[in-house]
């Protein structure tokens, strides 16, 4: 705007225009710009068709009033003032100016005066107006546009700059000076009125070799060679790693061409981009690491089946790569039966309408992945993911060695089973604590009770009375079964009496077994087999070979063998005191010459049945040969055991034998020996007793004589 101070300053110029009223008029009439001349108090003495046009009015509606009536009411005052001053003091008065036309609008005008003195002397000032509306609202249009332009620069978060054709910087935005700014006082290299040019073609500009070639590209899109290029590099500062994208173009259309250079931080998006691609690659890591095959599948609102995506694992399944696997769904279907394609499809619509997880085991045949048909083992998740489409994500998995196994477990079981049930012999099963937890028929029959009475009871339980050969107690904690549990080792060929609950007595022969899972000892199976028949013979046999024919009592060579034990015992006991009795008939030569042999044998016989009767069933009761006894008195000592004899002799003698109808009577002289450890044999306790009893002999007989 002209400043009105100054303006009025200038010296009055009025005298140097030597106009006539007739040059004015004329020169005001066909001026094709608008001409006032306005009197010092404001009125317009005179206005030109242009000027009236300018504002709308008619001459008639213009002179004789103020030519305020073009301003705005607030402006009206000032202006007069200047008019004024302007022509007091004269001066040219000229500039830009806001005025308003007869309908109110508003336009912008120039205008210069120049102070005239009328024919009458009075001062007026000739003004020229033009109308500059148009062009300065381009031009105001232009600079806001300009202003808009730059504003929208510096909002932006891009590294922004303007290049001249010869790559001189013009404008840059607020990111771009602040960037500079940040990174190395390269501000001075790269601001305005700068050649970034020759900043991009430094060594170690804004990238590593990248920047040459950008600098060749800049050099082409500023030769007009090249319309627009973009490249991404790296700059990555000790903060961290940063990326870049740089988008070159040349404006269109402009003139003179400019070139814009954009800088935009990508960092954020390559670090996402990076964690993506790790992702995949785990992801592929994965998907290769399973066995079997990752898949996805689409099922459409229309109901199409499509696979999406399969990893590699897909080609030892069906001999396909993912790309023909995903590409042609139908190769897949064609390598299942039919029944196993529908109960396919039916379970996957079930998985798709109720979201829960879609499991299916289907047999493939599969000429191209190897021999014989596969079983495979489908999971998938469902995942709705817009109206009716639903996705499903899940592995397939070879699970024919799984099958197989199982068939020939179900087999295995099964024959187990009948084998089981039908086996002749017994079989129990145990827990780690001894109770039976199963039992074959054979089982129950051998032992005469039902399942029901046999499971849960332990060898522990009262009703078990289980005993040895020699019929001692077999302790429950002896059990083969518990032995097994015990020691984890199996035990073998062990013969045990059990006597039943209704008190027969069977004779088994029981191996147990234990059994592991996980390395860990959990139960134990017993087998066993009723050898009754077998013990009683044995036992009948031994009892034979063992027993005097005639008396039924122990042989000598058993009665020897049980010494002989008797004297292991003692030595490995000495604390322990056993006795050995010898007994023999007096004058039996007699009773066979006097009543007969067989009179003798009932003699023997006799006599036999008195020293059972006199003595405990732990006693041995044996005939050493022809008239002569012995007795083996386990853990008796002298003393009770001539007690014993004493009563036995007296008994003898008082109970006369009585043989058809002859009373024959019967006396024996009886020699006692304790069995001491420190004897060299067994056979030395013997012979003691023996020669205790001789001396009885030598002493009239029918007497007891301790050695
Ligand atoms: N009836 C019978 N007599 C037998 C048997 N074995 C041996 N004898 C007899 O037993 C008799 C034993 O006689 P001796 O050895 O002289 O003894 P003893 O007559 O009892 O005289 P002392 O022993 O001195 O009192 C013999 O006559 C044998 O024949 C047998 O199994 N039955």
Not at 253 to 282: C, F, G, M, W, Y
Not at 286 to 294: E, I, T
Not at 434 to 450: E, K, V
Request: glycine fraction near 8%; include cysteine.
């Amino acid at each position: 705007m002209p400043n009105p101070d100054q303006d009025l300053q200038a010296p009055c110029a009025a005298g140097a225009f030597p106009l006539t009223g007739a040059w004015l008029d004329a020169l005001i009439q066909h001026a094709p710009v608008g001409i006032a001349v306005i009197d010092l108090s404001g009125k317009y003495l005179s206005v030109n068709p242009a000027y009236c046009e300018l504002y709308g009015y008619r001459a008639a509606e213009m002179l004789g009033n103020s030519f305020l009536m073009v301003f705005a009411p607030e402006q009206r005052e000032p202006v007069l003032q200047r008019h004024q001053r302007f022509l007091s003091k004269g001066s040219e008065l000229k500039g830009e100016w806001d005025v308003v036309n007869r309908d109110g609008k508003l336009l912008r005008v120039l205008s210069e005066s120049v102070a005239v003195r009328g024919a009458d002397g009075q001062m007026s000032r000739l003004v020229y107006v033009l109308d500059i509306t148009a062009r300065s609202r381009a031009e105001h249009a232009k600079e806001e546009s300009r202003r808009q332009v730059l504003s929208v620069m510096d909002a932006l978060t891009a590294h922004i700059c303007v290049l001249d054709e010869q790559g001189v910087i013009i404008k840059v935005n607020r990111a771009w000076r602040e960037f500079a700014a940040a990174n190395g006082g390269s501000a001075e290299l790269c601001g305005e009125g700068k050649n970034y040019l020759d900043f991009c073609r430094q060594p170690l500009a804004f990238a590593d070799a990248g920047a040459l070639e950008f600098a060749d590209k800049l050099t082409e899109v500023l030769a007009g060679r090249l319309q627009s290029f973009q490249v991404e590099y790296p700059c990555h500062s000790v903060q961290g790693p940063r990326w870049f994208l740089a988008r070159v173009s040349r404006t269109q259309d402009v003139e003179p061409p400019r070139i814009v250079v954009a800088h935009d931080s990508v960092t954020e998006l390559k670090l996402v981009q990076e964690a993506l691609r790790r992702q995949e690659a785990e992801l592929r890591d994965l998907a290769a690491s399973v066995p079997g095959a990752l898949f996805r599948l689409l099922v459409r609102p229309s109901g199409k089946i499509e696979f999406v995506y399969f990893s590699p694992g897909v080609r030892d399944l069906f001999g396909l790569s993912p790309e023909k696997a995903c590409g042609d769904g139908r190769a897949l279907l064609r390598c299942m039966a039919r029944e196993y394609r529908e109960a396919c499809e039916a379970s996957l619509r079930r998985a798709v309408a109720s979201g829960q997880a879609w499991e299916q085991e289907v047999e493939v045949w599969v000429p191209e992945a190897g021999a014989g048909p596969k079983c495979l083992q489908i999971k998938a998740t469902p995942k709705l993911t817009g109206p009716g489409e639903c996705v499903l994500t899940g592995v397939l998995t070879d699970v024919s060695a799984r099958k197989q196994a199982e068939t020939a477990l179900k087999a295995s079981t099964e024959s187990f089973r009948i084998f089981f049930e039908t086996m002749p012999q017994g079989v129990v099963y145990h827990a780690a604590s001894g109770q039976i937890t199963a039992a074959n028929p054979a089982a129950c029959a051998l032992l005469r009770l039902s399942l029901d009475q046999m499971l849960g009871k332990t060898p522990f339980d009262p009703g078990w009375r289980a005993i040895r050969e020699d019929g001692s107690d077999f302790p429950a904690e002896q059990h083969p079964a518990m032995e097994a549990l015990r020691t984890g080792q199996p035990v073998r060929q062990v013969v045990m009496g059990l006597c039943l609950p209704e008190g027969s007595l069977i004779w088994l022969q029981v191996n147990a077994t234990p059994l592991f899972k996980q390395g860990l000892l959990t139960e134990a199976y017993t087998s066993f087999e009723d050898i009754t028949e077998l013990i009683r013979t044995r036992q009948e046999l031994h009892r034979q070979a063992s027993t005097d024919h005639l008396t039924g009592a122990a042989n000598r060579r058993h009665f020897m063998e049980r010494l002989q034990a008797e004297y292991g015992r003692i030595q490995r006991r000495p604390e322990l005191c056993s006795c050995v009795v010898t007994l023999d008939l007096d004058h039996f030569k007699k009773i066979n010459d006097g009543f007969g042999h067989a009179a003798g044998d009932a003699v023997l016989r006799h006599v036999t049945l008195l020293m059972r009767l006199g003595t405990r069933p732990l006693d041995v009761v044996g005939r050493l040969g022809g008239e002569e006894f012995a007795l083996l008195l386990p853990d008796t000592s002298c003393e009770d055991a001539q007690v014993l004899a004493e009563r036995l002799r007296l008994r003898i003698e008082q109970n006369p034998v009585q043989y058809r109808q002859t009373i024959i009577p019967v006396t024996v002289s009886i020699g006692i020996s304790a069995i001491l450890s420190s004897d060299a044999n067994a056979e030395l306790a013997l012979s003691r007793s023996d020669q205790a009893m001789y001396a009885i002999k030598e002493h009239g007989r029918n007497g007891v004589s301790i050695a």
